[in-house]
């Protein structure tokens, strides 16, 4: 059994920054590949970033890149999301998954419970 918990959304002007946490229990977590996934209301749930177990490989939703970051630290058994320059598009609830690395939230078992980020214009 996994379990996701989110933590460092708020609110915060355009061209902001914030870095979203997400602490994994599980003593398989670092076998997971890991990803954030953001879905406005009214709106499907999207993705945004994925690394994989090792934390080499990441791949990034093409309205994100050059913006966000995600990394991880297998030692302390969390996965973080740097996001500057934010954009009033971006305010969603954020998500984070364990699972297959990939884009497709199919791919992904487990889901935290969520974060909201509301960026101002």
């Known amino acids: 059994q996994v379990q996701l918990v989110e933590s460092g959304g708020g609110l915060v002007q355009a061209g902001g920054s914030l870095r979203l946490t997400c602490a994994i229990s599980?003593?398989?977590?670092?076998?997971?590949?890991m990803g954030w996934f953001r879905q406005a209301p009214g709106k499907e749930r999207e993705f945004v970033a994925a690394?994989?177990?090792?934390?080499?490989?990441?791949y990034y939703a093409d309205s994100v890149k050059g913006r966000f970051t995600i990394s991880r630290d297998n030692a302390k058994n969390t996965v973080y999301l740097q996001m500057n320059v934010l954009k009033p598009e971006d305010t969603a609830d954020y998500y984070c998954a364990a699972g297959s690395f990939g884009s497709s939230p199919s791919g992904y078992n487990y889901w935290g419970q969520g974060t909201q980020v509301t960026v101002s214009s």
């Open positions: 599980g003593r398989t977590y670092s076998t997971y590949s």
């Open positions: 690394i994989n177990w090792s934390g080499v490989n990441t």
